[in-house]
Structure formats: structure tokens, C-alpha cells
């Protein structure tokens, strides 16, 4: 689906970061391979026996809070989880073109939200690693309102720390689970980002207006 929007109409872009402003290589390759290897190093056990374990107990709270929760995995596996963020953590990368995106939103006079489901931790590292806090005007963290962007009573206590209008907002989201349920709440405009990992294939969207990369949106971006 053609990614074109009437950016006149449009005063907020809701923003998501991990596979939309940042690569999602890093978050793939920190629960799929660096977790599973600790965790086997841990238990005495083989990485792809602990890497079949930790995948069951990923899908048993996928979509939930806690999926999303350094605290609640730290628990979980007696194992510190921010700090082994910290570990591999020259893997955190700025997609391509996305600070040119957030200084041409700027330059078109729109208001720029991060709303995103990681945890305060998670937050405050990729902060410190990247220039994108730079680039913000709000960031608001899922963790405050206790249910994640999938959840409806998300986007109705956003409403209440970030007022906006549904018809002029538009929410860019590599989650088409948080795309829907946005929808469901209302957001008019709504955008997919087929490429969240540089490391993997784009994902076939046709549910959603799609781009893999900001520079198909950059030409649309007209300064105030």
C-alpha cells in the first residue's frame, strides 16, 4: 500500500523506536542469541536446549508488559538483564535517514512523540547510545501507564499525557498488533516500516501503508 499522506493535515507523528527509529538487529540478536548463550552458561546446559526453553517463556507473556519488562526477566532468569544489554550493546543503531525524517518533521512544524513499550532501562541506554532523544519534542514510556501499545488503555492514557487529535495524528510502528490496535482506538493515519532489522528480508504489508526506509517520506516533508 502507497505510504502517502496529507501532510498539511497532520500535527503529531507518534513515533515507535525499536524497528522503526532504531534497528531491531540489536533486540533479535540480544534475546535470540546473547540471552540464550548467558542463559546456558548459567544452567550448564546446550545454547539451542536454552534457546528453545527461553522462546517458550517468551510467547507465554508476548504482548503483555512483562514481555517488554528488564525487571520482570531479570526475575525471571536470575540473571541481570540490563547489564547484559550493556554487553553487546555497539549493536545499537539509528535506521538510515531517520534523524533527516525528525529534523525535516521539525522543519514542517510537527510535534514529535516517542511512544514506545521497552523498559525504562532499555529506554535510557539506547538514549545515551543514539542522538534520537535529540530529535524529540515528548517521549513517553508504556511502563507508566502499566499495558503496552497493544493494549486500548494504552492510547487512552496517552490521551491524557500527550493530548491529541486522532484525525491529524499519524503513528509509524513496525508492529502491525500496535498498528491495529491504534486503529482500533481511533489514529487515522498509520504507517509500517517493512525493514525493522537491517539484517533480515522486508516483511510483505498490505494491511497498512508501508516503508522500509524514511527516505521514501523525506520528498513529502515541505518546511513551514
Known amino acids: 500500500m502507497t505510504a502517502k499522506f496529507d501532510w498539511k493535515q497532520i500535527e503529531t507523528v507518534l513515533l515507535d523506536m525499536d524497528g522503526t527509529l532504531l534497528d531491531l538487529h540489536f533486540d533479535n540478536h ?19 536446549v536454552a534457546r528453545d526453553e527461553l522462546l517458550d ?7 503483555t508488559i512483562d514481555w517488554y519488562c528488564i525487571d520482570y526477566w531479570t526475575r525471571e532468569l536470575g540473571m541481570d ?7 553487546v550493546d555497539h549493536l545499537i543503531a539509528v535506521h538510515p535517514h531517520v534523524i533527516d525524517f525528525l529534523v525535516g518533521l521539525k522543519q514542517a512544524g510537527k510535534r514529535r512523540v516517542l511512544v514506545t513499550n521497552a523498559h525504562g532501562k532499555a529506554l535510557a541506554l539506547k538514549m545515551r547510545r543514539t542522538p534520537i532523544g535529540d530529535h524529540l519534542d515528548s517521549v513517553v514510556c508504556a511502563h507508566d501507564f502499566g499495558v503496552p501499545k497493544e493494549d486500548l488503555r494504552f492510547w487512552e492514557q496517552l490521551q491524557g499525557r500527550e493530548p491529541f487529535i486522532k484525525q491529524s495524528t499519524l503513528l509509524v510502528d513496525d508492529s502491525l498488533a500496535v498498528l491495529r490496535s491504534a486503529a482500533r482506538y481511533g489514529v487515522e493515519n498509520l504507517l509500517a516500516i517493512g525493514k525493522p532489522d537491517s539484517q533480515q528480508d522486508a516483511k510483505e504489508i498490505s494491511e497498512f501503508p508501508a516503508v522500509n526506509h524514511f527516505r521514501e517520506l523525506l520528498p513529502q516533508l515541505k518546511p513551514m
Open 30 to 48: 540480544f534475546w535470540l542469541e546473547h540471552v540464550p548463550r548467558r542463559y546456558a552458561e548459567q544452567q550448564g546446559m546446550e545454547v539451542d
Open 57 to 63: 517463556r517468551y510467547r507465554a507473556v508476548e504482548g
Open 81 to 87: 538483564i540490563a547489564l547484559l544489554k550493556e554487553e
